[in-house]
């Protein structure tokens, strides 16, 4: 083992650690994501082209799980709080999903299958949870809960 190694492995083992992730590039997708508190976990996959992935989550135990396929998708996703959930899959082109999770015990779920469709969900309070799917081209859905 190296020591160029060593330092390689020591310091991803200190940001997985620490919940810490500073800004990504993957292969023209384009992947955010910052995370405080503890227990607070991201899953992204993301295939096609200008595929755009932000992730916010401040507090603890706040879970956001993202897929997309195709092009120019974007994902905006923010948590504050704890026990917050949040899914988003997008297959297709030019899709947009936005979730604003700000209270705890709140879950959100989109689903987005063809051309230039939109979806927002902003919940503020506690225990709210929104499921949304959409089929076809040029959808718009938006939820606000208090």
């Known amino acids: ?10 310091a991803i083992a200190a940001i997985i650690a620490t919940g810490f992730s500073a800004p990504v590039l ?11 508190g503890s227990g607070n976990g991201v899953g992204a996959a ?41 899914s988003t899959s997008q297959a297709g082109n030019c899709n947009i999903a936005g979730v604003a999770q ?3 015990n709140q879950s959100a779920t989109t689903s987005q299958s063809g051309n230039c469709n939109a979806v927002g969900v902003i919940q503020l309070g506690n225990g709210n949870s929104a499921n949304t799917q959409q089929y076809g081209n040029g959808n718009v859905s938006v939820i606000i809960q208090d």
Do not use: C, E, P
């Open 102 to 104: 700000f209270g705890s």
């Open 46 to 86: 993301q295939t096609g082209n200008w595929n755009r992935l932000s992730v916010y989550q401040n507090g603890w135990s706040n879970t956001s799980i993202s897929a997309q396929d195709g092009n120019g998708n974007r994902t905006v996703i923010g948590q504050s709080g704890f026990s917050n959930f949040s």
């Open 26 to 36: 993957a292969h023209g997708n384009q992947v955010h994501i910052q995370q405080w």
């Open 1 to 10: 083992m190296t020591f160029t190694f060593s330092l390689k492995s020591a």
